[in-house]
């Protein structure tokens, strides 16, 4: 870096962390490398990077774990001001407005969507392959977290609304907090995650907005969900068979349409 003075370097150094996780190199919920490859990397002093690690801790981008490391915890800078007032709120609550966030969205993504957003969540849908589940809260220090949210968050990109994005980074980061931790779960296998991101995907590829909605209702039900303390499941809403069944059938509807495209393509 071709800073000089000692404020330019802890700068430039910040910054490059920064950038390090904004572009998604640092995964959110993986473990960044130690101070002494940082210094090594940035050919700055170990203390301006422990530093610059400390400030994007106390903007929520960052957490060190005491013996663990150093994780990413979020790829924007989130408020505290939210998390505060989010502490006001039960989980039920919280929850059911992060289902809100999702749905709008996915909504949004498909009106918005670029073809490099397509791109992006093809790669991630990809890279999901073999997880098993939806790594969507990326809790530091998962081993299941190598991929982190990405597909969630580049849903959120193809929306092109910041405020989404940014209520959504904080009520996760709010979600993560130890009190809440113990009383999440995901209940959606790695298989049904696979079929519910290529059903999400298809839509907002299709620029079909009530495809894209209704996707993302079916994913996010089960997605997180809220445990009890005998690890049982209360159900995000509780649905009637016949209802279920209604869902059912409208999700049969668009696995038709998707069919139908995947053989019209192949002609
Ligand atoms: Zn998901």
Request: net charge negative.
């Amino acid at each position: 870096m071709a800073a000089t003075t000692g404020s330019d370097r802890a700068r430039a150094t910040l910054a490059y962390l920064r950038r390090k996780i904004t572009t998604g190199e640092w995964p959110v919920g993986g473990r960044i490398p130690i101070e002494p490859e940082l210094a090594e990397q940035t050919g700055v002093g170990r203390s301006t990077v422990r530093e610059a690690v400390r400030s994007l801790a106390s903007i929520g981008m960052l957490e060190t774990l005491p013996g663990r490391g150093t994780f990413v915890r979020s790829a924007a800078p989130t408020s505290t001001l939210l998390n505060e007032f989010l502490t006001d709120f039960t989980l039920e609550e919280i929850l059911s407005y992060r289902r809100a966030l999702e749905i709008e969205a996915a909504q949004q993504a498909a009106l918005h969507r670029t073809d490099e957003d397509i791109a992006a969540l093809e790669r991630a849908a990809i890279e999901e392959v073999g997880c098993t589940r939806c790594p969507v809260l990326g809790f530091a220090g998962d081993v299941d977290t190598a991929f982190d949210s990405r597909f969630h968050r580049l849903v959120f990109d193809a929306a092109k609304n910041r405020l989404l994005a940014a209520l959504y980074a904080g009520i996760n980061d709010r979600l993560r907090t130890p009190e809440h931790r113990g009383r999440l779960a995901n209940v959606a296998t790695g298989a049904e995650m696979e079929r519910d991101h290529a059903r999400v995907l298809d839509a907002i590829r299709r620029q079909d907005f009530i495809d894209a909605v209704h996707a993302m209702v079916n994913h996010v039900d089960h997605d997180v969900v809220i445990v009890n303390d005998q690890h049982e499941v209360i159900p995000p809403l509780a649905r009637t068979p016949e209802q279920q069944q209604r869902i059912n059938e409208a999700q049969m509807a668009q696995d038709h349409v998707l069919a139908r495209a995947e053989a019209q393509s192949r002609l």
